[in-house]
């Protein structure tokens, strides 16, 4: 398997437990297994995806309700090793940066001390009722930036 990348943004090393301040516990379940007998790519992506919609419930304690939303536009996974059930699993996830109206997260999953996977993301903030990108206002940055940052 590869060798874990590191992230070229504000120096985050995503292989690395210590650059996440938030986490999400999660598990494999016999359902996430391929016919090779493996954890399949898409429920991979869901570990990820769990763990940032827990990120965006503690921000916005009314997602996916309320004025803006934040909704994926890219997304990216690094694979390093296969994973079987049963496992508890941990995703820590961080900000690595911020535009106008999108943000970029990293994220890694671990099993125990071993680091299954890697993933960044871009999420735009949109407007609920236009459904258009809107600027990313500072309190939002600034609670994001504490739990993640």
Do not use: C
Request: no cysteine; aromatic share 10%; charged share 20%.
């Amino acid at each position: 398997m590869a060798e874990p990348a590191m992230s070229q943004h504000i120096g985050a090393d995503l292989s690395n437990p210590a650059q996440y301040k938030f986490w999400q516990e999660d598990h494999v379940r016999f359902g996430d297994l391929d016919v090779i007998g493996h954890v399949n790519n898409l429920a991979m992506g869901s570990y990820f995806e769990n763990a940032r919609v827990a990120l965006m419930r503690k921000v916005f304690p009314e997602w996916p309700n309320g004025d803006a939303i934040f909704v994926l536009v890219q997304t990216r996974f690094d694979y390093f090793y296969e994973l079987n059930y049963p496992a508890q699993l941990r995703v820590g996830t961080r900000l690595l940066s911020f535009g106008r109206s999108s943000m970029r997260l990293g994220a890694a999953l671990f099993h125990g001390d071993a680091l299954i996977a890697q993933s960044t993301t871009v999420s735009a903030l949109i407007s609920n009722e236009t459904r258009k990108p809107v600027a990313v206002p500072d309190d939002l940055r600034q609670a994001i930036v504490r739990l993640a940052g």
